[in-house]
């Protein structure tokens, strides 16, 4: 079992953290066989630096299972690497920068304020947050994906469950691919046909959401319909948009709303906390909502990534021989690297369980480099962070604003092993409504 590598594939598949974690006791990079691939995680920040840098000359890539995502994702730059992926990443780039996301500051706020009146209503009820972070992290992407009115369709819920399942399924499918080769996606398991109905779905959807939009004019598809890449005089034709604005749906919908579930998790886990904050909040009525204006609001958003990445795995492949640390790495093997691991080092993050902001605070040493890598590092570093900071930032302030969170002192959501460290079984929070004058003078705000 264990030489054949099947063991690993069982531990991946029902206790990826817990297996991460004994690994990396043993060293790093720490050697393992996953099937017919020799495999090694890397979790000390100075090897996950080294990896994105020899990534960059050409020893990595990061889409030797392209046919899973490929099915998913089709030519997005999600699934490429290469010349046509730097292309691709040009184009995108403007729109996602901090500058470019700030356009999106009052639809968020829009996006939030019909949220906190819809919990206005039920204020004092028990919420499953899961269900409504997706909700308004869906409504946020769609709009910045197709333009603000076809935003205001309902929230697919269809969509956001198909996301998941794709999301669910991703380990198994891709070890059955490693494992078992191209013919794993024409056998009759139950992973296929979840995997394969969601992307059905997933693409209708989103076909739908474009043709909507081809009427509008507005949002990243109208913006992409008029760029061309400086460098090679070329814009995208019609699939290959489909498939970028596929990959954005769903790269930053689940993720995001996972933050932000996790975020007010932690300020109900932590009333001080959440009160100094607010603190902070009611102190500033007007003006950008950033990390310069709210450093303390900052320092927990940062937090919560640290703690609870949505991202567990990012995944390499070496197409030449490396050396990392003292360990070689053959051509041929696969890389593993892991922020829920990396972000738990003792000796690089103490006491890493606690969550504590201050260490983010301005002036308390920004992490080293690739000591915190939620948002992955290097050339693929995540498109979406700036957008995602923003909305998991204004979100705070606004909710912080008009609520208080409450859950029992012995509450405790575990996360569920996968991919995406989503909450085990939900989370649940009671909402309760801040004084009148506070929910006068956040909507004064909006
Ligand atoms: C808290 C929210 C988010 C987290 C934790 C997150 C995490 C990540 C991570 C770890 C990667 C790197 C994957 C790798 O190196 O293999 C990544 C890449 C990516 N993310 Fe995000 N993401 C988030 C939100 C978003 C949003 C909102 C968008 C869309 C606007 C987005 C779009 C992308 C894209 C397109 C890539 C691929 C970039 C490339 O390969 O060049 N993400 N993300």
């Keep these: 079992m264990e030489m054949l590598g099947f063991s690993a594939v069982y531990r991946l598949a029902t206790d990826l953290l817990g297996f991460f974690q004994s690994l990396a006791e043993q060293g790093c990079p720490a050697p393992f066989r996953l099937g ?45 690497d290469g010349p046509q992926w730097a292309s691709q990443r040009r184009m995108l780039k403007p729109y996602f920068t901090n500058a470019g996301v700030k356009q999106w500051a009052s639809l968020i706020d829009r996006k939030l304020g019909d949220l906190a009146d819809a919990w206005e209503r039920k204020a004092g009820e028990w919420l499953t947050v899961d269900a409504e972070c997706a909700a308004l992290t869906q409504a ?24 998941h399942v794709v999301h669910q399924e991703f380990v198994t499918q891709t070890l059955g691919l490693a494992l078992l080769g191209p013919v794993f996606s024409w056998l009759p398991v139950p992973s296929n046909r979840r995997f394969n109905r969601a992307i059905r779905t997933i693409d209708r959807i989103v076909g739908r959401l474009i043709d909507c939009a081809s009427r509008t004019r507005q949002g990243l598809i109208a913006f992409l319909r008029e760029t061309v890449d400086p460098d090679t005089g070329r814009s995208m034709d ?29 300020l109900a886990k932590h009333p001080e ?22 450093p303390y609001l900052w320092a927990i958003v940062q937090e919560t990534l640290r703690l609870h990445p949505s991202t567990t795995t990012l995944l390499r492949y070496a197409v030449r021989g490396d050396r990392i640390g003292e360990v070689e790495i053959p051509r041929g093997s696969l890389v593993l690297m892991s922020p829920y691991v990396t972000h ?7 006491d890493p369980e606690r969550f504590d902001p201050t260490r983010f605070k ?3 040493g920004a992490p080293g480099v690739c000591s915190f890598i939620t948002f992955g590092g290097g050339r693929h570093i995540c498109l979406g962070l700036n957008l995602a900071n923003r909305i998991l930032l204004q979100s705070a302030v606004t909710l912080l604003r008009r609520f208080e969170f409450y859950v029992p002192n012995d509450y405790r959501v575990n ?29 004064a705000g909006r």
Excluded at 56 to 68: C, K, L, M, P
Excluded at 244 to 260: D, N, P, R, S, W
Aim: net charge neutral.
């Design 36 to 80: 017919p691939y020799r495999a090694f995680l890397v979790t000390r920040p100075e090897h996950v630096r080294h990896v994105y840098q020899r990534e960059q000359a050409g020893v990595y890539i990061n889409n030797r299972f392209a046919s899973v995502t490929k099915r998913v994702f089709g030519d997005s730059l999600l699934n490429n």
């Design 140 to 163: 946020v992407m769609t709009s910045v994906l197709f333009g603000e009115e076809v935003g205001q369709t309902a929230v697919a819920q269809e969509a956001i469950e198909a996301i």
């Design 238 to 266: 019609a699939k290959l948009l489909r498939d970028e604005l596929i990959a954005l749906y769903v790269a930053g919908q689940e993720t995001t709303g996972i933050a932000l579930t996790w975020l007010l998790y932690e």
């Design 273 to 294: 906390i959440a009160e100094k904050a607010r603190k902070d909040v009611l102190d500033r009525r007007e003006g950008e909502v950033n990390a310069e204006a709210f």
């Design 344 to 350: 738990r080092l003792p000796d690089i993050w103490p």
């Design 362 to 364: 301005p002036g308390s």
């Design 415 to 443: 996360p569920r092993p996968g991919l995406f460290l989503r909450p085990e079984g939900g989370c649940r929070i009671q909402i309760v409504s801040r004084p009148l004058s506070d929910r006068l003078a956040a909507a």
